[in-house]
């Protein structure tokens, strides 16, 4: 089976950075994604890890480091709008390259 | 990514009844998921929906209970069979795209009384 930890709940103040940490254990990883939710809407996809290191999307970013079975988020510039749930998904090739979400960690955006 | 629309968006049931959801897509697609994401909840995978064979349930899903049907590339129905109130929920389809990324459609909220 799969493990995907990441916090609850995050507080952060408009204009500051945050970064929301996942870990994972699986047997066959195959990339790694980060989604966001805004509360009664359905997830959309923010960014995609499957090799080492950092990728940038603008005020958002996302790392990997497969070996620690780590990844994080970073979102800079916090604007209120990006109060909502990140949702961190493994894939993995053992489970037939199905998705398993962790919890999802709730941020919430304070002026 | 891809436009994908769910049909009812919401509904309030009684219990022992069904309900079938619908969810199309702009264009055709080989696999079709259908997750489950309970009051604050993550989501959790209900089953694979391909075309032409049957659905593959994740474990503690059953196909009596969530029938599913994938009649071409760009449509499958979930049914939520003999409802309970525990089975109050959303529920979202989605499906992959290029780099594998899997894109969620709006989801259908259902309140079982």
């Known amino acids: 089976g799969q493990n995907i930890d990441q916090p609850t709940e995050m507080t952060a103040t408009e204009g500051a950075i945050v970064q929301i940490n996942c870990t994972y254990q699986?047997?066959?990883?195959?990339?790694l994604f980060w989604y966001q939710q805004h509360a009664g809407e359905a997830p959309t996809f923010l960014s995609y890890n499957v090799l080492d290191g950092l990728e940038e999307k603008g005020r958002f970013s996302s790392f990997l480091s497969r070996s620690k079975g780590y990844s994080y988020l970073l979102l800079k510039e916090l604007q209120m709008k990006d109060s909502a749930s990140y949702l961190c998904a493994v894939r993995d090739k053992a489970a037939g390259n199905k998705l398993t979400f962790g919890g999802g960690t709730r941020v919430l955006v304070k002026p | 990514s891809a436009v994908i629309s769910q049909k009812p968006s919401r509904d309030i049931c009684q219990r022992g009844t069904s309900l079938t959801i619908q969810c199309q897509v702009d264009?055709?697609?080989?696999?079709m998921f259908w997750y489950r994401q309970q009051p604050g909840q993550s989501l959790t995978l209900i089953a694979t929906?391909?075309?032409?064979?049957?659905?593959?349930?994740e474990s503690g899903f059953v196909i009596d209970k969530f029938p599913i049907s994938r009649p071409n590339l760009t449509f499958s129905t979930l049914t939520v069979s003999n409802m309970s109130p525990e089975d109050s929920s959303i529920y979202l389809c989605s499906v992959e795209r290029r780099a594998e990324t899997q894109y969620f459609g709006p989801g259908t909220r259902l309140l079982v009384l």
């Open positions: 264009s055709q697609v080989t696999m």
């Open positions: 699986t047997s066959g990883f195959n990339g």
């Open positions: 929906a391909n075309q032409g064979s049957e659905a593959t349930y």
